[in-house]
C-alpha cells in the first residue's frame, strides 16, 4: 500500500506571495493532519480534516488555511508569505473515525523555503 | 492542556548496545495514545511504537520497547542492539483517544541519537 505523499517536496517563494501545498493520504484514510516543524517551534499543529471537513486548527493566524476533497486529498495554503513562515511542512493520514482518533502516518514533508 | 517533555537533548550510544530515551507528559486525560515516532536525516517521520493508555502491558515492536508508567507520567523508550540505521531525532508524542478527539499530535522537542560504530 502507497503512503502519504506530499508535492512538491522543495519549494522556494518570497515574501508576499502565496503558496499552496498538497497531500495525498493512504489509500482507506480520510483524516489529514498538517504540522509545521521549525527549529525554533519544534513540531506544531496546524490542522485536521476528516470527510472534507476542518475538525479542529491549531494556534495559527488566518494566512494558514487548508482544505480536503471528497477523495481525502488535502491542500494547505500560505498566503501573504513571512519569512517565519519557512519551515518543514508535515501531512499525516489516519483511518479517521469519528469520535476517535488513530495513529498518524507520516509523508516525507515539504521544504518552504521564504527570501 | 497537555504538555510533553523530553529532557535529553542528544543522546550516543555505540552499536548493539542499549539505550533508553526518556519522555515525561502532563495531562488529565485518562484515555490517551502515546507514541514514539523516529526522524531520520531524510526528514521521513517514521512511527516507531504505540502506547495505548488503557493497557498495562508494556508495548514492543522487535528491538523497541516502552516503559509506561501511567501513574508516573513517564513512557521511555528502551532500543536493544542499536544499529547504525537508528541514528535519528526521536520524538515523544501524546493524542487523546476518546471525546471529540481530533487527530492532534502533541510532541515533544526530540532527543538526537547518534548510533557509534
Known amino acids: 500500500k502507497a503512503g502519504v505523499t506530499q508535492t512538491p517536496r522543495y519549494l522556494i517563494k518570497t515574501r508576499g506571495q502565496q503558496v499552496t501545498l498538497s497531500c495525498s493520504p493512504i489509500s482507506g484514510h480520510r483524516s489529514v493532519s498538517w504540522y509545521q516543524q521549525t527549529p525554533g517551534q519544534g513540531l506544531q499543529f496546524l490542522f485536521e480534516?476528516?470527510?472534507?471537513?476542518?475538525?479542529n486548527k491549531g494556534n495559527f493566524p488566518g494566512r494558514f488555511s487548508g482544505r480536503q476533497f471528497s477523495n481525502s486529498r488535502s491542500e494547505m495554503n500560505v498566503s501573504t508569505l513571512e519569512l517565519g513562515d519557512s519551515a518543514l511542512y508535515l501531512c499525516a493520514s489516519s483511518f479517521g473515525t469519528s469520535g476517535v482518533t488513530d495513529t498518524q502516518y507520516f509523508g516525507p514533508g515539504t521544504r518552504l523555503t521564504v527570501l | 492542556a497537555q504538555t510533553v517533555t523530553q529532557s535529553q537533548p542528544e543522546m550516543s550510544v555505540q552499536e548493539a548496545e542499549t539505550v533508553t530515551l526518556s519522555c515525561t507528559y502532563d495531562?488529565?486525560?485518562?484515555?490517551?495514545?502515546l507514541f514514539w515516532y523516529k526522524q531520520p536525516p531524510s526528514r521521513q517521520m517514521i512511527l516507531v511504537i504505540r502506547?495505548?493508555?488503557?493497557?498495562?502491558q508494556n508495548a514492543t515492536e522487535n528491538r523497541f520497547s516502552v516503559n509506561f508508567q501511567k501513574a508516573a507520567k513517564s513512557f521511555s523508550l528502551k532500543i536493544s542492539d542499536s544499529q547504525l540505521g537508528d541514528t535519528a531525532m526521536y520524538f515523544c508524542?501524546?493524542?487523546?483517544?476518546?471525546?471529540?478527539?481530533?487527530?492532534?499530535?502533541?510532541f515533544g522537542t526530540g532527543t538526537l541519537l547518534a548510533v557509534q560504530p
Open positions: 508524542a501524546f493524542m487523546k483517544r476518546y471525546g471529540g478527539a481530533t487527530n492532534k499530535l502533541i
Open positions: 495531562t488529565s486525560e485518562n484515555n490517551y495514545y
Open positions: 502506547q495505548e493508555a488503557y493497557k498495562q
Open positions: 480534516y476528516f470527510s472534507e471537513t476542518q475538525r
